[in-house]
């Protein structure tokens, strides 16, 4: 055996003081005195790998080539995405307007048309104007003296005609013997007896050769007067169609001249013009309508009150900024409506009712020509947003609908909108593992998600990513109004971020915790009064959260301490030994250490882990535990089966175990308790 002298100088020559483990930084390394003086981090440091992927997704055109950014939370994915997005949105022209109008030949389906960016509500604004001054002006016309005078005059020139024509009809009857008069059913004939109408008992009691020859003279005056009756009937047909045609002479010159101003305007786009021609038309033919009141103005209506300028106004669905640029969205709850866009009901007579104003737009209809980026976890909780996006990409087009109508209790007119054609990069945020299991099973999603932005847990500790972290402080700190941070403090945090990565050449990518840390340390340098943030603020910061914290970890110290719980340090023990267990509560990692016992005997090279055997171990240590009974009888089984029974536990844990680092440390008490020393 060893001495225990050499031993011991062993240990004292390979022992490390804390600080000879951790890499410091001098704050004169860094080359300022406080973060005042640098620029802020523009987007993210360290991360080149996921940049190049990123500008790669949005320099190549074409279906199929949207991103997705991969990494667990808190690498500040989705503000480096957006970051990007928003710089390279800035250099694209800005997409045209969507607007929705009537299809005057079929209402179920509205017509999409795109206008310059900036336009829409320029023509929402101008139809609006020409139908309220068209309503009026034909309001005016209709109530004017010269309208009056107009239909007067076609009247009294068909009454003449009707009257000389009538009087034709009288004078043939009574060449007859008959008289005639006129009821709104038609005319009527009787026949005249010294000039007067014979009653029907008189004329029951004429000879048979007298009511022969009045039979004679009725087919023959019935016969005379049916071409003068159909020339009686046409003439109503002209005295309507008289009256319509003043109606309509006076109407276009009452509005054309307002329509041929907004087409000069607007007339360029030929799906523009379609409309407004459609409009004029269909404004003329709603004309009895549009001349009574206006609603509050004479006798009250019998149903609600219907906006004259519903059927003509246009619905901007999307609305962009000519100076803007593309649009970025980032969608943070992605329903079907909120994602894709909806259509909206009204109720009316106990049914549901809608038009083309009833429209809305989502996220992608108002990302069109830019880009949208949503959170996959949020998206897959609606099934129905996940396979509408799909939908659309993989159309190219955007047809807005209302799946949930389908499924309404109440009667719903149905609306189809014309799809508007789709030129939008999707950006989906989420966990590497979910996308390798969508790219597995779901081929939609791997043809479209065709780039993929991995973004690393931890990055070199470099100058220039040092130089990084301290401008990603200068900028979190002018954003969110933070103190400068000394060079010491910038130090501190560096030192901290190899510390949370366990690494000294390594710094942590977890931007969300270093915000988080920066917001405390300038709780504290306030607290204290100072006017920067320095490295003492830092450490405060550090041990005010380890602090709130670690409760559980000072309990189970307390319990050490007292002795409830077993744990021997000093001296030699058979089939005993410590190890150390990490507890991960989620915002605190510690150590804890636990006994590991062993007992042995005779038996037929049976080993059991109780914690094992009962269900508490989880399955990365049962496999470091199978090759360790592996090793054992290799090493001690070749050549006779080993007649042993042992049996391994850690003391004192009720609760899961996992892991194999603890592998070894079972071999040392396993082959302690065997060698009884």
């Known amino acids: 055996m ?23 930084l001098e704050p004169g390394e860094l080359g300022f005195a406080h973060t005042g003086e640098l620029h802020p981090l523009e987007a993210v440091f360290g991360q080149e790998r996921a940049v190049r992927a990123i500008e790669f997704a949005l320099g190549m055109e074409g279906s199929g080539y949207n991103l997705y950014a991969a990494g667990p939370d808190g690498l500040g994915k989705q503000s480096v995405v957006e970051a990007l997005l928003r710089r390279h949105a800035s250099l694209r022209p800005a997409p045209p307007d969507w607007i929705y109008v009537r299809n005057f030949a079929d209402p179920d389906r509205p017509v999409g048309i795109a206008l310059p960016a900036g336009r829409g509500r320029a023509f929402a604004t101008a139809v609006d104007a020409t139908i309220t001054t068209a309503i009026d002006e034909l309001r005016q016309a209709f109530e004017s003296d010269s309208y009056a005078r107009q239909q007067q005059d076609v009247a009294q020139q068909l009454e003449r005609r009707r009257s000389a024509l009538l009087d034709r009809m009288r004078e043939m009857a009574e060449s007859l013997g008959f008289a005639l008069t006129v009821t709104p059913s038609g005319v009527a004939t009787a026949p005249l007896a010294d000039g007067r109408p014979i009653a029907s008992e008189d004329l029951d009691r004429l000879s048979a050769a007298e009511r022969d020859r009045i039979d004679r003279a009725g087919s023959e005056l019935e016969e005379r007067l049916r071409d003068l009756t159909l020339e009686l009937r046409a003439l109503r047909r002209e005295a309507l169609e008289s009256a319509q045609g003043v109606d309509e002479r006076v109407a276009r010159f009452a509005v054309d001249h307002l ?16 409309f407004v021609d459609d409009a004029r038309s269909d404004l003329l033919s709603e004309t009895n309508r549009l001349r009574q009141p206006a609603p509050g103005e004479g006798a009250p209506a019998a149903g609600p009150a219907r906006d004259p300028l519903e059927r003509y106004r246009v619905n901007v669905l999307v609305s962009n900024d000519p100076e803007g640029g593309a649009p970025v969205i980032a969608l943070q709850h992605p329903t079907y409506d909120n994602l894709l866009g909806r259509v909206e009901y009204m109720g009316q007579l106990g049914s549901l009712v ?33 396979n509408g996006l799909k939908r659309a990409l993989l159309a190219g087009s955007l047809a807005i609908e209302n799946p949930g109508a389908l499924y309404s209790p109440a009667p719903t007119s149905a609306l189809r909108p014309e799809p ?10 989420g966990e590497s593992q979910l996308y390798h299991l969508l790219h597995r099973v779901d081929p939609d999603f791997r043809s479209l998600f065709r780039v993929k932005a991995d973004f690393e847990v931890d990055v070199p500790r470099s100058a220039e990513n040092v130089r990084g972290l301290a401008a990603f402080v200068r900028g979190q700190s002018e954003r969110e109004s933070l103190l400068d941070f000394g060079a010491d403090a910038v130090a501190r945090l560096v030192e901290h971020s190899s510390r949370a990565v366990e690494h000294q050449r390594r710094l942590s990518a977890n931007l969300g915790a270093l915000d988080d840390l920066l917001r405390q340390s300038h709780y504290w340098a306030g607290q204290s009064g100072s006017g920067r943030v320095e490295a003492t603020h830092v450490q405060r910061a550090l041990e005010e959260r380890e602090y709130r914290s670690a409760l559980a970890r000072d309990r189970i110290q307390e319990l050490i301490d007292d002795g409830t719980i077993f744990l021997d340090v000093e001296g030699h023990r058979v089939g005993q030994i410590n190890a150390l267990s990490v507890y991960d509560l989620g915002d605190i990692r510690f150590g804890r250490p636990s006994r590991i016992s062993c007992v042995v005997s005779a038996g037929r090279g049976t080993i059991v882990h109780v914690d094992r055997e009962t269900d508490m171990a989880g399955a990365v240590h049962t496999k470091g535990f199978l090759i360790l009974r592996g090793f054992l009888a290799e090493r001690f089984g070749q050549h006779r089966a080993m007649s042993l029974y042992a049996s391994l536990t850690f003391e004192q844990l009720y609760g899961e175990i996992d892991g194999d680092s603890a592998s070894s440390t079972e071999l040392y008490v396993l082959l302690s308790a065997l060698a009884d020393v």
């Open 259 to 274: 329509f041929e101003s907004l087409l000069q305007a607007w007339g360029d786009d030929d799906e523009i013009r379609r």
């Open 2 to 24: 060893p001495d225990s002298g050499d031993s011991d100088g062993a240990r004292a020559r390979l022992r490390l003081s804390a600080g000879e483990v951790t890499a410091r």
């Open 354 to 386: 809608t038009d083309h104003t009833q429209i809305k737009a989502g996220a992608v209809a108002r990302a069109n020509g830019g880009f949208v980026v949503v959170r996959l976890r949020d998206l897959l909780q609606h099934q129905h947003a996940y």
């Open 420 to 429: 508007i054609p789709l030129d939008v990069k999707v950006v989906i945020v």
